[in-house]
């Protein structure tokens, strides 16, 4: 497997941490099919090998990290994760403004970008707004940003913006978000048919060790791709609030493929739109079947729906209407941040991208058939 050997990157993670108990070994079922899917599919350019090679190298020193942590302190085992809002749904709906909403309450504890990307040391509260990296992470997004404009117009995150689950999953090489960064259909079919609890109790441990000395321990997390496995979310986090955003799939599926093919961009010099279109359209459909399926089952009363017309067009009111439905109080001040936070980022900030089905070899005919069900079931405003 060349740079993505798997040996290789386990004996460098041991001699650059100093440690070498990696926690639960079932990590390494997701890392063996990842690796030989990024050397084998994703046709990576060197650069793009490299940064990738790094990406599975960092996490697997976090997990050292995070192991021995927990080996010197076992009292972050007593940390319980109490009822999470979890945002979630088809991408593209309006997750980054509802997390971002959420988190100006100071009563929620949101995942941050850069403590995802590096939680250990675990934050304390005195020192939260200060550590030294958020200026890591906020140099990471804006090199990011600066290499494809695109990508800033479509994701306009910085270090402390709430982020999804994809560093805390991916710390257990089972997560969606890799083909975001690479062609490795192997390893989405691997991933489609894996056992998600391990990693989300990988999830749990890590939130633990975050609120462990920086509460509040009432979290804010969003994840689109984990509507695939709602049922292993829940039997983590049984008592979870969930809210599903919901938009038109004919507005989502090109959105989601020029995201994708931006960031692609930053590591492949390939890339076959159609393919990207095909897969798109399979795997949402699938997700939205399989989300639909675990409601289904546990009932209505945990979840909530938002659409993206009403949010963007009431957001404050929407969010309301989320804390009503949980039983959450929405005081003056958190609304006024609400708003303050509404005001400094508007819709577009940076110019609306252009997309269409077509440009990713799509019909609109086989979008409306593959998710009919689901605007069946929901009525979500037909765009196109």
Known sequence: MGAFAVPALLDEARRAIGLDDFGDPTFRDGLEVLAGALAGEARLREGGREALRGQLLGYLCERLRIEDWYRRHP?????????????????????TVLSNLLAQDPATRSLRFWESQQPTPPPEAATYETDPRIATADAVLAGMKQASPLLAQMHDDVGASPTENQDLLGQHFRTEHFEGQGHVPSYV?????????????????????????????????????????????????????????????????????????????????WLDREALGRGQLAFWSEAVRRGLAVRHRVGDERFVDVFMDDLVARPIETVARIYDRFGLVLDAATERRMRAWLAANPQHKHGAPRYALEQFGLELGDVRDAFRDYTSRFPVRLEA
């Not at 009292?75 to 991408?91: N, S």
């Not at 984990?226 to 983590?236: G, K």
Request: include cysteine; charged fraction near 20%.
């Open 189 to 269: 079919r691997w991933w489609l048919g894996c056992d998600m609890v391990p990693a989300y109790r990988h999830h749990h441990r890590v939130l633990a060790l975050l609120q462990w000395r920086c509460p509040p321990t009432r979290w804010n997390l969003k994840s689109p791709p984990d509507l695939c496995h709602l049922d292993a979310f829940l039997a983590v986090y049984p008592d979870a609030r969930i809210v599903w955003t919901h938009r038109d799939p004919a507005r989502v599926l090109p959105s989601v493929c020029t995201l994708i093919g931006a960031v692609r961009a930053l590591l492949s010099d």
């Open 75 to 95: 009292e972050i085992g007593a940390q319980e994760v109490h009822a999470p809002l979890f945002v979630t749904g088809l991408p593209r709906t309006g997750t």
